[in-house]
């Protein structure tokens, strides 16, 4: 009879437990959508796909607005938008992955690979440097020319690089986030390993992670399910495209190039996370900072803050890392970010260039510790 009765006591606390879990998330689930339709109040209107995971599973998955205004088609979560700035961690972890296998080192030098590059500071600038934006090789492209900033790519873009004659500052000693030290990586890759950039991404990443709808942009190439960006014209008070043939720098890859899904993109943080791609050790070293960020700097939330591998880090005293990146480019805002302790992730992808990331990903971050996943 003893044994009987706490069976059901224990039955009850679990279906107590299990309907205070569910009522958590409607109350969660409740507040996300609030907050995200009164960005993208207008069914209409371009808007945003959103998800947010916990232990691998999702919580929260809900898309707004409409991904073509012209075709007045809606965004689902197999919608591919351009991603900007967050590829930057999917040509970083290639790049470790060749220092895995040995094919290079993090500490080798740009004159390895670059040879025609003239200036000696060259033989000083490590890879690690280029992956953590302390390089100190300054951002000259000319911008004056509009063709040279709407179709450049990787290799035309980087070309100022081979006379180039002065840094900003000695390599490793600051902290200056620019493109085309990235955009390196799409000749680095071929120059070691005599495989074109895209054709290895393909098969040692997106592959690998199961992302079969992941691509790069490339001018008259159909991407299925692609987005437009858009920016809204106050003097025709109506949003209007921004992207390839109208914003900056869409040619290039390795820096920014990437069209993708939050579908595709959780099995990228799955693959990330199960070290798929990778080794422990290097996601390790991935997502510790190299070097802080200084609060005038303009990339990143600008309070506890620093870049490590192709990911910026997070670390507010008393609270779990975060790991994370923005991309903008065009009409197309991301934000793509984690708390790796806790596995929780965050994601929402936006094509008009109105919403401001980093309130709305900390007005996230707030419900995830009041709904106390946190502790």
Known sequence: MKKTLIAWSLIVVSITINAQSKKAKMEFNKQVDSLFSSIYQKADEPGAAVLIMKNGKKVFERCYGIADITSQKPITPRTNFCIASVSKQFSAVAI????????????????????????????????????????????????????FVLYSTDVESCKYMIDLDKLHFEPGTQYEYINPTFQLVYQIIPRVT?????????????DIAGMKHTTYFEANKKIENMAHGYSFDKTKEKYVENDYGEANFFASKADGGLYTSITDFAKWEKALRDDKVWSEQSKEMAYSPKIMIPKTAEYGYNKDTGYGYGFFIQQIPGKPKIVYHLGDNGGFTIYAGKIPSKDILVMFFSNRDDIDRIATADQIYSMIEKANWLE
């Open 96 to 147: 470790m992955q060749l220092a895995e296998k040995k094919l290079l080192s993090l500490d080798d030098n740009l004159k390895k690979f670059f040879p025609e590059y003239k200036a000696d500071f060259y033989s000083r600038i490590k890879l690690s440097h280029i992956l953590s934006h302390t390089s100190g090789i300054p951002d000259t492209r000319n911008r004056s020319d509009r063709n």
């Open 194 to 206: 005599g495989i074109d950039f895209e054709t290895y991404m393909k098969k040692y990443i997106f």
